[in-house]
């Protein structure tokens, strides 16, 4: 046997899940839809008749709460898998590194919600006439940090809660209160990105590099953290 | 094949304040087929989590030869494991799940080794894209079979695999099992069917209330005899 290196592990992992979701598409229609729901139920709120009443801090609001939500269902659903016919069991006898099943999973989850995301944000600057062009891969940037930083924390509590049974339920209370440093670092960043009006963007540099800093200390509590949590000991 | 011993000295594992297992101490041996028989809760499937390196135990030592079995001992890609769900993506066809784990595994020509698996558990014919999750219950444990023998592994644990398979499918895992067994392979199996177990075994350790009741080796066992075995062993079970 050869053994392989830890990156082609994780990398393997990563693409056995994008492979699977590749061909059902089930938790990328599942996101999409319940992304595009929370989009819809804002701006049947905020916008009436021809005039838009929402400011970028708002739009940034609302981006990152249907992000908050379509994620939350990626994550309930990233162990799935596993848990069907014990597939768990064969992946952890298996000679591969945890913090590499935990790093595969990540970039996995972390890329199917990147995708929804990049269908949500034209949506949300069509609906609320965000101005997304000008800092367009910042924006691109700020999404993958945000998503990285969330998926992080989650890909462990639904590693967690692998066998619990009200582990939909339990995610969101386990989850939320921990990612709250990375929402309100995205979603400052990102209202400062999508306000036209802003002398500069400071602020927004600011609180990217906070974001990429949270998602590095997450990554690496989550590479230490994932073998004890996924053993259950 | 290796000859190496697996053995266990005053193992105890406890789950807060249960004790699930208590001072077992037993050596299995390769080339032998280890039946793990007991009553449900008597630790069986405790035992194989320890064996299997997915559990630690709370005390007491288990060695492969000179090594330690533990968490991160490269012993575990040495271990095959088949248990009562067949661990493997229904998602995926037969082949992805060998192409998989052989990746996982880093083997070598990994391709003819599929070819030679599928072969060998008769899952050749199956259409290449049909995803496990349509296979019958006796395909998806072949495919386990498959999956775990697919590293040549020295130790090949086995978790009641023949649980909802019908008579010939049955028939056809004891089969595998004596064809490990003559290979020389370390095979322990838990099950609660003594006649399956009786038909090829060579090792019986009963387990009661997480001990060791009865560890017994001998060239063949009749059904009759581990009947005998198994209710003298069990014998004021509360």
């Known amino acids: 046997m050869a053994r392989r290196s830890w990156i082609s592990q994780a990398a393997c992992i990563a693409w056995k899940d994008l492979h699977i979701e590749g061909r059902s598409r089930e938790v990328l229609y599942t996101m999409g839809f319940m992304a595009a729901l929370v989009v819809l139920v804002f701006s049947f709120a905020f ?14 609001g609302i981006l990152w709460v249907a992000v908050l939500f379509s994620g939350t269902v990626a994550l309930s659903r990233t162990f799935d898998r ?8 064969s992946l952890l006898l298996s000679p591969v590194p945890r913090s590499a099943i935990y790093a595969g999973k990540l970039v996995a989850t972390a890329a199917i919600m990147f995708l929804v995301e990049l269908l949500l944000a034209p949506l949300l600057a069509a609906l609320f006439s965000a101005g997304i062009m000008p800092h367009v891969l910042w924006l691109g940037l700020l999404l993958l940090l945000g998503t990285i930083g969330f998926c992080s924390v989650g890909v462990i509590f639904s590693a967690a809660l692998l066998r619990a049974r009200s582990r939909d339920a339990l995610l969101g209370a386990l989850l939320f209160p921990i990612v709250i440093p990375v929402l309100l670092a995205a979603s400052r960043a990102t209202a400062y990105l999508l306000d036209p009006t802003a002398p500069d963007l400071d602020p927004a540099l600011f609180w990217t590099r906070f974001l990429a800093a949270l998602d590095v200390v997450f990554v690496v509590v989550g590479l230490w953290s994932f ?3 996924v053993m259950g000991e | 094949m290796n000859d190496r011993v697996l053995r266990l000295v005053n193992v105890g ?101 599929i070819d030679e698996m599928l072969a060998r558990v008769g899952l050749e014919g199956v259409r290449s894209e049909a995803a496990a999750r349509t296979f019958s219950r006796g395909m998806l444990q072949r495919l386990a079979l498959a999956r775990a023998l697919l590293h040549a592994p020295e130790i090949l644990l086995f978790d009641e695999p023949g649980a909802a398979l019908d008579p010939a499918g049955a028939a056809w895992l004891a089969g595998e099992l004596q064809r490990e ?7 322990v199996l838990v099950t609660h069917d003594l006649a399956a177990a009786a038909a090829i075994a060579t090792h019986v350790v009963v387990l009661r209330r997480g001990r060791v009741a009865r560890d017994q080796t001998r060239a063949s066992f009749s059904a009759d005899e581990l009947r005998a075995i198994y209710e003298e062993a069990t014998r004021g079970k509360a």
Do not use: M, W
């Open chain 2, 13 to 113: 594992k406890t789950f807060g304040r249960h004790r699930a297992l208590a001072d077992v101490s037993l050596a299995f041996v390769p080339g032998r087929v280890a039946a793990v028989l007991g009553p449900n809760g008597a630790g069986k499937s405790t035992l194989l989590g320890l064996l299997s390196t997915l559990s630690q135990p709370s005390q007491g030592r288990i060695t492969l030869g000179d090594e330690e079995l533990s968490r991160h001992s490269p012993i575990r890609a040495s271990i095959g494991y088949v248990g009562h769900e067949p661990g493997v993506y229904g998602d995926l066809s037969a082949r992805q799940n060998l192409r998989l784990f052989a990746s996982l595994y880093g083997l070598a020509n990994a391709e003819r080794c």
């Open chain 1, 82 to 89: 596993e848990r069907e016919s014990e597939a768990i069991r």
């Open chain 2, 181 to 187: 067994r003559e290979a020389g392979r370390l095979v």
């Open chain 1, 47 to 60: 916008i009436s008749g021809q005039e838009t009443t929402v400011g970028p801090d708002a739009v940034a």
């Open chain 1, 227 to 229: 073998e004890p949590v």
